[in-house]
């Protein structure tokens, strides 16, 4: 679809300088400065109507003046003349910007910088430019040797990208990798990201040849989907490691719900990162090693580490540091550990960490890390040294390059010290096997590599909004929820709240509202003893605060005086509570059960939020949770709950049998349904949920509720929008062959590839006006990485020997007006005439309607007469264009 919209930010051809002074305390000056230092290939401009010339060269009154094509605006003049050059470079011709001018959003007279920031932003849009700021260092790029920014620093060339909130930090960062020799193929700050954000940044850099890694510094986010989609589709294709500021803020949500005192944004943020197949460091150090370690090939295939050491001092450290990280202590066979039995001396540490003693010479070391490599159990291997009278660095640094080069399991090394370990390091480093100079970066490495493979094996999840066997009554739910926002009420009632994990499957005990004692009475009598009696009152959250339940009423005789007993005892503690009633429920009676907790959130940025933990009365003090982003699959949710301490719980242990894990995976999809349903769900707590080998049942329910924005998108709610199965379809040829027409999925990356290769020359060019050598392979993955919030793929699919393969695609992605749509589409040789294109550009034309876009548009070349005479059947306009000639505009109203 042409090039990207930012290479006129990242590689422009002629620049003009706004603000342009001689002056030394003078932005503009010292922007100038730096682009002519570094050397930019291309006319610069410099713009102020108040010098003849700056550094030696003219200086124009205005951009008008300079009669020549300029593709990027630097601007470092006060804000309030900043709407009227935008307007200006509009007229002009510039299609991108950098407003390094502060005095916007971020001032004190905030109500004029927002008016300001609305005026220059209506003036981009206007003219199809796109801004980088205001309130911004700038950017840099050492391939185009371009340094837009007014910071004492410059960068050397390589392949880390970085994008930062914080000009400041960004400064700071570029003076640390000076020293440290670590070069960038771009270095960009985001200042007030009033247009360019993260999303459009990463959907540069994903496909930008130059960066092999992306590193992130994050203070918030403003578009959340948009953030997650694009960093979605950039960590498919190359490693992505933030750095979050802020982490420990506490947030000032007023929670009604246990899972909103539990649940803080920067558990959200985690999740959201997980899903999302990036990774988290704490610290700059951090995430230059991360970026730098997770470039390489090599990969961690899960999270056991095992630690061979000879000393015992770092082993406690390595350790420590991994129970702070969540790395697993490999728990070595009964094998490994004879076979470590044999050759070791009697007083080594019998466990992992594997303490082979000081005296170690380079066999034991062989030995100890044959025996763990050789472990089904361990998944890495860190081997530690300290030079000890009787230790050989080298020596033992040779065998363990020999074992690594022999094994697929990831080998660290971290070899303590200075001046007795220089040459062994230098080994490790000429053999690129990852050293380490102490324990706690040796584990963090291995941390990140583990959560790496992890998080990508989430990115690969693409679950749709309702399982593929499940049938919840969606209609029914929606009708309860929107009944008691009609009396103005946000907390359903206790048999609301039931009603409505009726409506989606989820498992509960028999239970009645009563009123007085006698319904109580022919309730229990109805459901069979014994009972539980639950205050119901719609002012009451949490029933265990003010006494509200109780257990085991086991017979007739009791069940009107509980009660009795029950509505007084709440109205001496809540005397201004308006009660109603009691709920009565059939007691749970298995000895087995486990108390858990299932919740949603909804999250300022990144919208609702599902986590599970242990539950109960003390679920605030236990603690334990761990969450995700919906939708969820069977793999997330196995993720979710492995990422608990009630994981243990729920196996067996003693006399107590494993639950059922099926079930309670079925609650938690059940609830991703409801999640994804129901965009009124503000705040839901299960809890407690009890499992037990014969199943999962909520014993408690509170839901709370809200009127949701009104949004054209069924799905506008959610952050990660889920698989569109609405838009899957069939159609049937003449001959009978069946043809099912669905979104492309990630998983799609194999057919898709094979497609294009099995196009004809042809029909290749027509489609990409390129050859196949030049459509690189993160190009041909990019094509399956889709925001269906903002993109389409349509593609065709014929089962053949048992495989789907693919016979053609369509697709459309939004222009930057957010308004109109560029499309493309491509059928498969074989496969054309036979009204299969026709079929999916119908159907993508519908799609795009529906998500609101007003256009659709694309260039088909003027020797493609078969796609011409299609997209005329299906009403699109045809019209040459004046400066390419050999290609058609085509565009149609939606």
């Not at 990463?202 to 989907?225: C, H, K, Q």
Request: proline fraction near 6%; charged fraction near 20%; include cysteine.
């Amino acid at each position: 679809m042409g090039p990207h919209y930012l290479d006129r930010l990242f590689a422009p051809r002629a620049i003009a300088v706004f603000g342009a002074s001689d002056r030394k305390d003078s932005v503009g000056g010292h922007v100038l400065r730096n682009i002519l230092a570094a050397g930019f290939e291309g006319p610069v401009f410099p713009i102020n109507p108040k010098h003849e010339s700056v550094a030696g060269r003219r200086c124009f009154r205005s951009i008008g003046e300079t009669e020549a094509s300029v593709d990027l605006a630097v601007i470092a003049t006060p804000a309030a003349t900043v709407p009227a050059i935008i307007h200006e470079c509009g007229e002009h011709g510039v299609r991108a910007a950098i407003i390094h001018s502060a005095g916007f959003n971020e001032g004190q007279e905030k109500t004029t910088g927002t008016e300001l920031e609305t005026a220059l932003l209506a003036e981009a849009r206007r003219y199809h430019m796109r801004l980088l700021g205001p309130n911004c260092l700038g950017l840099i790029r050492p391939a185009s040797r371009l340094n837009a920014t007014f910071t004492n620093n410059s960068a050397r060339s390589g392949s880390l990208a970085l994008v930062s909130q914080s000009g400041a930090l960004c400064t700071a960062i570029l003076d640390w990798a000076e020293a440290h020799r670590v070069g960038f193929s771009a270095v960009v700050s985001l200042g007030d990201g009033a247009d360019i954000n993260f999303g459009d940044l990463l959907d540069y850099l994903a496909v930008d040849p130059a960066t092999r890694s992306i590193l992130l510094y994050i203070e918030g986010i403003r578009r959340s989907r948009r953030f997650l989609s694009a960093l979605r589709v950039a960590a498919r294709l190359k490693p992505v490691v933030v750095v979050k500021a802020g982490r420990h803020a506490a947030g000032s949500r007023a929670a009604l719900s246990h899972t909103g005192a539990l649940v803080g944004a920067d558990d959200v943020f985690d999740a959201a990162l997980a899903r999302a197949g990036a990774v988290r460091a704490m610290t700059i150090e951090q995430l230059f090693s991360a970026a730098e370690l997770l470039a390489t090939k090599y990969r961690a295939r899960g999270h056991r580490l095992a630690i061979v050491t000879n000393a015992g001092g770092p082993g406690v450290l390595a350790a420590d540091r991994a129970a702070d990280l969540g790395v697993e202590l490999a728990t070595l066979s009964e094998t490994t550990m004879a076979r470590l039995n044999k050759f070791l001396p009697a007083h080594w540490s019998h466990g992992n960490p594997v303490d082979i003693l000081g005296d170690a010479d380079p066999m034991r070391f062989r030995a100890a890390a044959e025996a763990c490599l050789a472990d089904p159990h361990v998944d890495g291997l860190l081997v530690m040294l300290t030079p000890q009278a009787m230790t050989d660095p080298l020596a033992v640094a040779r065998h363990i390059v020999e074992l690594a080069s022999g094994t697929d399991k990831l080998v660290l090394a971290c070899w303590m010290g200075e001046a007795h370990v220089m040459v062994a390091r230098a080994l490790f480093t000429e053999h690129q096997l990852p050293e380490f100079p102490s324990p706690e970066a040796s584990v963090e490495a291995f941390a990140y590599l583990a959560n790496y493979q992890r998080n990508q094996l989430l990115l690969r999840q693409v679950p749709g909004p309702l399982s593929p066997h499940s049938s919840p009554d969606v209609e029914g739910a929606h009708l309860i929820i929107d009944t008691a926002l009609a009396e103005r009420r946000t907390l359903l009632t206790g048999m609301e709240a039931r009603a409505v994990l009726s409506a989606f499957g989820i498992p509960q005990l028999p239970a009645m509202e009563a009123h007085s004692g006698n319904e109580a009475l022919v309730m229990a009598e109805s459901i069979g003893y014994p009972v539980t009696l639950k205050i119901s009152s719609p002012e009451i959250t949490h029933k265990s605060d003010v006494n509200g339940v109780r257990l085991n009423v086991g017979n007739a005789q009791a069940v009107r005086s509980v009660y009795h007993e029950l509505i007084e005892s709440v109205k001496r503690l809540r005397p201004e509570a308006r009660i109603t009633g009691a709920t009565v429920e059939r007691m749970y009676k298995n000895p087995h059960g486990r108390e858990l907790h299932v919740g949603v959130i909804r999250d300022e940025v990144f919208g609702p939020v599902i986590s599970f933990g242990l539950g109960g009365v003390a679920i605030e003090v236990l603690r334990d949770r761990a969450c995700a982003l919906p939708p969820l699959n069977t793999f997330i949710v196995q993720d979710l709950i492995r990422n608990t301490r009630a994981a243990k719980l729920i196996g067996a242990f003693r006399h107590m049998p494993a639950v059922n894990h099926a079930a309670l995976e079925q609650v938690l999809l059940a609830v991703s349904e409801m999640v994804c349903e129901l965009p009124q769900i503000k705040e839901l707590d299960i809890n407690p949920l009890v499992a037990d080998e014969q199943g999962a049942v909520a014993l408690d329910v509170r839901i709370v509720v809200e009127t949701p924005p009104p949004r054209r998108d069924r799905y506008g709610h959610m952050t990660i929008y889920p698989y569109p199965t609405h838009l899957v379809s069939h159609m049937q040829l003449p001959d009978g062959t069946d043809i099912v027409l669905r979104p492309i999925r990630p998983e799609d990356a194999d057919i898709e590839a094979a497609f294009v290769r099995n196009l004809s020359p042809q029909a290749r060019y027509m489609r990409f006006m390129q050859t196949l050598e030049e459509l690189s392979p993160e190009m041909l993955v990019r094509f399956t990485q889709i925001d269906y919030d903002r993109e389409l793929a349509l593609i065709a699919v014929v089962m053949q020997d048992g495989k789907e393969v693919e016979i053609a695609v369509a697709r459309y992605g939004v222009n930057p007006d957010g308004a109109s749509c560029e499309f493309a589409i491509v059928v498969d040789d074989e496969w054309q005439t036979k009204g299969v294109g026709a079929r999916l550009l119908t159907l993508l034309m519908e799609a795009a309607k529906a998500k609101g876009f007003k256009m659709m548009e694309g260039e088909v070349l003027a020797e493609n007469g078969a796609m011409l005479s299609l997209v005329k059947r299906l009403g699109f306009s045809v019209s040459s264009m004046p400066d390419e000639p050999a290609i058609f505009a085509v565009q149609r109203s939606l």
